[in-house]
C-alpha cells in the first residue's frame, strides 16, 4: 500500500480525494488537513469517510514533518490557486505531490498531469500538475484534430456552481443562479491559457449554471479542409483509454454526473467546420479522478483505473 496525505480535504473535490483513496486497493490515507475542521474525525464530516484519521491543520512548516511521521509516498493538494506552492516547495523531492491548485500548471518544472496525452512523462514524475476540469474536457475533445486546425477553436463551457468551490460568491449562489446562466471571465481565463499552452490556442468562454456538478463543452472548430467519419476518427484515437467515452449522440451533463469519465460526441460538420461536445464531471475526472490516475503513474502502481468502475461513483 501506497500512504497518501491530503492537504485541502474540506472543499468539494477533498471530499471526493477521500472517498476515491479510500477506495482503491493500493492506497490508504495518510492524513489529511482542513484548518476549518481541525480536530474532527473525518467520519463525523463526511458521510462515506470509513478512515479513523481526524482532520488536521497543517501549514507549509508542519507538511515535511508529517510526511515523514505518516510514512507517507505523496501528497494531494487540494488548495486553492495561490496556496499550493509553498507547501510543495516544503516537500521532499522524492515525495510525488500532486497539485490540483493552476499554480504550477504553467511551471516547466512540473509534469503536466492530462494522462491521456502525457502518460509517458508521467510515469514515475514526483511533481505533477493536476488540469484543470475546463481545460481537461476541452484538451481530449480537442486533441484528435489538432493539427487539422485552422483557427483558434471557440469554447463555450457550462459548468455546474461545485467548479466555484465552497467561499460564498454569486457563482455558487443556488439563488443566485436559479433560472438562471451567468457568464463570468469571458476573455483570459486560467484555463483558456491553460490550453493554449499545453494543446492549441483558444477563445473560451465560461457560464455557471443551476447545477451542482457537472461541465458540458460545445466546441467550433474550423478545419483546413472538410473532415468525414469523425465518430470513427476519435474512436480510433481514444481506442483503449477507459476514461474517454465516444458516441454518435451528443452527451448530456446529467449523464456523465458522478461518473470518472469525459463523454465527446454529438459531431456536426458543414464544409470545414466541425462541432464537437463534451461532458465532464468537473469534481471527478475534471479534479480528483484524475489526481488519483496521476498517483496510479507517479508511484509506479497499475496504470489502470483501480477502486472504482469507470462509470459508477
Known amino acids: 500500500m501506497k500512504r497518501v496525505g491530503l492537504v485541502g480535504a474540506r472543499g468539494h473535490t477533498g471530499a471526493e480525494l477521500v472517498r476515491l483513496i479510500e477506495a482503491h ?10 484548518r476549518a475542521w481541525a480536530g474532527k474525525p473525518l467520519a ?26 505518516t510514512q507517507a509516498d505523496a501528497v494531494v493538494l487540494a488548495l486553492p490557486n495561490g496556496y499550493a506552492a509553498p507547501y510543495a516547495s516544503a516537500l521532499p523531492s522524492t515525495t510525488v505531490v500532486v497539485d490540483l491548485s493552476a499554480d504550477h500548471r504553467f511551471d516547466d518544472a512540473w509534469t503536466y498531469g492530462l494522462v491521456e496525452r502525457n502518460r509517458a512523462a508521467l510515469q514515475g514524475a514526483t511533481r505533477i500538475a493536476n488540469p ?17 486546425l485552422a483557427a483558434p ?18 457563482k455558487n449562489d443556488p439563488e443566485r443562479l436559479r433560472d438562471n446562466l451567468m457568464p463570468y471571465a469571458p476573455v483570459g481565463h486560467t484555463h483558456e491559457r491553460e490550453i493554449g499552452r ?23 472548430l474550423v478545419c483546413r479542409h472538410e473532415l468525414t467519419e469523425l465518430e470513427d476518427r476519435y474512436r480510433a484515437h481514444y481506442g483503449g483509454e477507459p476514461l474517454v467515452v465516444v458516441q454518435a449522440e451528443p452527451p448530456e451533463v446529467r449523464d456523465v454526473q ?11 460538420t458543414d464544409g470545414a467546420r466541425v462541432v464537437v461536445m463534451a461532458t465532464i464531471d468537473n469534481l471527478l475526472k ?13 508511484l509506479a502502481l497499475s496504470d489502470a483505473w483501480q477502486g472504482i468502475p469507470v462509470d459508477s461513483a
Request: net charge negative.
Open 132 to 148: 484543470g476540469c475546463y481545460a481537461t474536457g476541452a484538451q481530449l475533445a480537442i486533441a484528435p484534430l489538432v493539427d487539422e
Open 286 to 298: 475534471g479534479a480528483a479522478t484524475q489526481a488519483v490516475q496521476n498517483l496510479n503513474l507517479g
Open 25 to 34: 486497493p493500493g492506497l490508504e490515507l495518510a492524513f489529511a488537513g482542513s
Open 44 to 69: 463525523d464530516v463526511m458521510a462515506n469517510a470509513t478512515s479513523d484519521l481526524t482532520f488536521e491543520a497543517i501549514t507549509p512548516g508542519d507538511v515535511t514533518r508529517r510526511v515523514s511521521d
Open 153 to 170: 477553436p471557440r469554447v463555450f463551457g457550462v459548468s455546474g456552481y461545485s467548479g466555484a468551490g465552497t467561499t460564498p460568491s454569486p
Open 258 to 268: 458522478n461518473r470518472h469519465g469525459v463523454h465527446i460526441g454529438g459531431f456536426a
Open 198 to 220: 499545453h494543446l492549441h490556442p483558444v477563445h473560451f468562454m465560461p457560464h455557471v449554471a443551476p447545477h451542482f456538478r457537472g461541465i458540458s463543452l460545445t466546441i467550433d
